[in-house]
């Protein structure tokens, strides 16, 4: 049975050898590009590739007018099956993404592969630290594995715009969820977000609220029991984060919680609030 939400540590390594399943490796560090790719280079589960997210996982360049798409906009889809090409993905294959951030990174390519109609694609549940914690190895050696065969396939995921979310401040259809830290969502951290605030309306879900005290995913009766309240149909709910990359935890644990549905608006705060025209919310919702 393929994993599409979470697969454990102990599953992993009664798989980790298989042909069919490819692991992707996506350490990284918002702070310093690097960090990444040296972790990665230090030591990686077996047959694990690096994905980065600025590499690998964006496309920085400007909108069709020039406009600022956030710090790490999606590329095509076009784009990113090629890249899936280069780590040997097939349209079987069982996908398996780890991190070392509870899953924060992991998760947006969890996302991706869904947005380009992949599957069987799981999350580490606990990260690299729970596959230590199981007595698991890690290599240096770097795989070449011949190109993959995956197509482009109607898209698991929704996105919207930032027009989409201008037009929600006035229908107010759609809860717009935050992924990031209280005090950025208050607009109190501008070391990370120079405009600090939140969109209007917003509700706050850290995405480390989705996990429990040993970097595990809560189960899913608790995600379900904490995502309730705050929404009212997962279909009329946008996430967004600082750059469209935690706001996919929360994709994935609504998932787990049988809550499927919600949008990303991948440009997130940082396209957002490059716009002095868009409002702007701060302190306490």
């Known amino acids: 049975m393929p994993y599409t939400t979470l697969i454990s540590a102990t599953e992993l390594q009664s798989s980790v050898n298989q042909a069919n399943v490819v692991i992707l490796d996506c350490r990284a560090e918002l702070t310093d590009p690097r960090a990444g790719a040296i972790a990665y280079a230090a030591g990686h589960i077996p047959s694990a590739q690096h994905a980065d997210p600025d590499l690998h996982l964006s496309d920085k360049s400007p909108g069709p007018n020039g406009e600022f798409r956030g710090r790490h906009p999606l590329p095509s889809q076009e784009a990113f099956i090629q890249q899936l090409h280069r780590w040997g993905v097939n349209s079987t294959s069982q996908v398996i993404v780890y991190d070392a951030h509870g899953g924060m990174f992991a998760s947006r390519v969890w996302w991706m592969l869904r947005w380009v ?3 069987d694609v799981a999350l580490l549940d606990g990260g690299l630290a729970a596959w ?5 190895t890690l290599v ?3 795989p070449q594995p011949a190109s993959g065969n995956i197509s482009l396939r109607p898209a698991i995921t929704t996105t919207v715009t930032a027009a989409d979310i201008v037009n929600n401040l006035a229908t107010k259809k759609c809860t717009v969820l935050d992924a990031r830290a209280a005090d950025r969502f208050r607009g109190e951290n501008e070391t990370i977000d120079p405009v600090g605030g939140r969109i209007p ?11 429990r005290d040993d970097g595990r995913f809560k189960t899913a009766e608790q995600l379900r029991g904490e995502f309730q309240p705050l929404i009212s149909s997962p279909h009329e709910t946008i996430l967004q984060c600082g750059s469209g990359i935690s706001a996919c935890h929360n994709a994935l644990a609504m998932e787990i919680a049988g809550l499927s549905g919600a949008s990303l608006y991948p440009g997130s705060w940082s396209e957002w609030s490059a716009d002095s ?9």
């Open 117 to 119: 109609g992949h599957n």
């Open 132 to 136: 230590l914690a199981v007595g698991g």
């Open 140 to 142: 240096t050696d770097i």
């Open 201 to 211: 309306g917003a509700k706050n879900r850290w995405f480390k609220d989705n996990l």
């Open 277 to 285: 025209s868009r409002p702007v919310a701060t302190g306490a919702a």
